[in-house]
């Protein structure tokens, strides 16, 4: 199974999460948007997780990347990828 999950700043990681995929033997991605990552083609997801961040999902100004982000999330809900959003993205 393929997991991805976005990370906005670096001190946000996977934490406990990370352990269960990898021990399931799942393939984990990640695009770190702080480092202006390239998102990944929607149809390559099955399970996304989004983590958190001191930011607020309206600050597109201070993090530009946030707009495609949301469009991103969008896409992946339409596609029916199963999510888990977590602090900024719940």
């Known amino acids: ?15 406990s999460i990370e352990d269960w995929v990898r021990r399931g033997g799942h393939d984990i991605g990640t695009t770190r948007l702080y480092r202006d990552e390239r998102l990944p083609p929607v149809e390559d997801i099955e399970i996304f997780v989004v983590m958190g961040g001191p930011m607020n999902i309206y600050e597109e100004a201070a993090y530009p990347w946030l707009t495609e982000e949301k469009r991103f999330i969008e896409r992946a809900i339409a596609a029916g990828c199963r999510m888990l959003g977590i602090c900024l993205r719940a």
């Open 1 to 15: 199974m393929n997991v991805h999950y976005l990370q906005h700043v670096p001190f946000e990681g996977l934490g």
